[in-house]
């Protein structure tokens, strides 16, 4: 590794290596914990994971060798389908839409169908917080932090990836099971708040901005909703009404096809996506007409992703690869470009240790509108983490989660609005625009901290502050105050009750997580 980084340095542009060394800064530096939500929920989701496990009939029965089948056994599954006289799912890959189209139609005739996709959530998300569990040290007085993995270019397109068996690019937002998983993650000091900002419909904007789309871009920099001025060129929307307050179902539709047409899906597909993503029941005749639409009404896209295919080909006749320059001057690669030999279309290998892999033009401007956009949010990440008080903790795709002093909260996050949407001179003319907000302001799981440091100051388990003396001349750990609380109905986190007497003995500088 040390021979070929000396070989090729120079080749490696300097705002990478810095983008480089940061994701290893962050990943060491690591985000806060609440370790007693934490290990609630998992004691929460054992008991969900018990449940969901007697609705499903097959679970604990042996199979034909005498072998107990496992919940997710495909062979007690099907065997159970026969006996309730209904039609086995065609696949039992987790996520696959024909999976919930299948639940869906026979939940009512057997209570298993739409048991097992929610046990394997309940599984992921069990797993999930476990992993959780045993990464993050709580040994020492403040130690509530967890470090973490993240690839660099762990994608094709240059984004980053999960890595360690712990995805925290897409930490779900939703709750699941009562459980918003995302929201196990806090501050890591007392005395900050996140601030949460999202480059808005950043690749619908890029790929407007590709295929040269002057109108609906000149509406978007009026100031226009993106899916309304989809909507307004393209679906007949005309009311003069803001789409957002007239008509929010028909705003959800266009965000449908921006979302899910502008990479060539077809019918069957977008009738997947559109259930599965935004809860539009269409059928395949529906979905198909709108495929049609989009693409008489797009034509831009539609040339666009002819071209991108064309490139890829006609590129690659030389030396049998592909190296498509974008306009940060960082380069996609494809490597070894041939035509199946069954006739089926056009392949290549994208990733280094990966065999080929079949392309179409619709996948190629995906790729090239998710590179551009990372390499924005790089730029943007370079900018808010030069601010020593905004470090950026983790990205989450076209997201940045900055801990910032919950003192000046409103004044960095509008600083980090500005560096978000700042516009490098290679991407002059697209228009950008973020939403942020404040995680975690003052608030520990609904317990405001101002009314818990009354409540604390009055000595209501022990007569006066919580302090080390105290806690040892009463004989209880933090986690029994913590516990005491909860019985007078208060509940607060352990942090939440370490946050309590740091604030009380001045001990708000003592950070000892660990820096990078």
């Known amino acids: ?152 270019k762990g994608a094709h397109t240059m984004r980053w990836s999960g890595d360690g068996g712990l995805n925290m690019q897409n930490p779900a937002r939703d709750a699941k099971f009562g459980i918003k998983f995302r929201h196990i993650f806090i501050p890591r000091y007392d005395d900050t708040v996140f601030v949460a900002c999202d480059l808005s419909q950043i690749e619908a904007r890029v790929l407007l901005w590709e295929v040269k789309d002057g109108t609906q871009l000149d509406l978007i920099r009026g100031g226009m909703d993106l899916y309304e001025a989809h909507a307004r060129q393209t679906m007949g929307y005309t009311d003069p009404r803001p789409m957002s307050e007239a008509d929010v179902g028909g705003r959800r539709y266009a965000k ?113 509108c998710s590179a551009i956009s990372r390499d924005l949010v790089g730029l943007a990440i370079h900018r808010i983490e030069s601010n020593a008080h905004t470090p950026v903790i983790w990205t989450m795709h076209d997201e940045v989660i900055v801990e910032v002093p919950r003192a000046h909260a409103e004044e960095c996050q509008q600083e980090i609005e500005d560096k978000l949407t700042q516009i490098p001179s290679w991407a002059d003319g697209l228009p950008v625009a973020c939403e942020s907000a404040l995680e975690h ?41 913590a516990a005491m609380f909860r019985q007078d109905g208060y509940y607060i986190s352990v942090q939440g009750l370490r946050t309590m007497h740091r604030f009380h003995t001045g001990d708000l500088d003592d950070r000892r997580p660990l820096q990078i």
Not at 113 to 122: D, I, P, V
Not at 341 to 366: C, D, I, P, Y
Not at 454 to 474: I, P, W
Request: hydrophobic share 35%.
């Open 1 to 152: 590794t040390r021979e070929l980084w000396v070989q090729y340095q120079d080749e490696f542009p300097a705002h990478e290596q810095w983008l480089s060394r940061y994701t290893t800064k962050s990943c060491l530096r690591g985000v806060g914990v609440d370790v007693d939500f934490v290990e609630r929920s998992i004691q929460s989701m054992k008991e969900t994971v018990f449940e969901l496990t007697k609705r499903m009939p097959w679970a604990g029965q042996p199979d034909k060798k005498g072998k107990p089948y496992t919940p997710e056994s495909r062979a007690g599954l099907f065997a159970h389908c026969a006996e309730a006289g209904i039609e086995a799912p065609p696949t039992t890959a987790k996520d696959s839409p024909k999976v919930d189209e299948w639940a869906a139609r026979y939940a009512e005739q057997a209570d298993f169908a739409a048991a097992l996709n929610e046990y394997r959530s309940a599984r992921k998300l069990l797993g999930d917080l476990t992993k959780v569990s045993e990464r993050v040290c709580v040994d020492t007085f403040e130690d509530w932090v967890m470090p973490f993995a993240m690839k660099y």
């Open 441 to 481: 302001p003052a608030v520990y799981h609904g317990i405001n901290l101002t009314t818990m440091a009354s409540r604390y100051e009055a000595g209501a388990r022990g007569g006066g502050l919580l302090t080390r003396e105290v806690v040892k001349v009463c004989g209880h750990s933090f986690m029994d105050w």
């Open 256 to 368: 449908a096809r921006v979302l899910g047409l502008g990479y060539s899906a077809g019918g069957k597909t977008f009738k997947n996506y559109a259930w599965s993503q935004h809860k539009l029941e269409l059928t395949l005749q529906q979905a198909t007409q709108e495929v049609k639409n989009f693409r008489k009404k797009n034509p831009s896209i539609v040339r666009y992703w002819t071209a991108r295919t064309n490139a890829v080909i006609r590129g690659s006749k030389a030396t049998g690869d592909y190296y498509e320059e974008l306009p940060s001057g960082e380069f996609l690669y494809y490597r070894d470009v041939v035509k199946d030999e069954s006739g089926r279309g056009w392949k290549a290998v994208n990733q280094m240790g990966r065999g080929h892999r079949f392309f179409h033009g619709g996948l190629l401007t995906e790729n090239r």
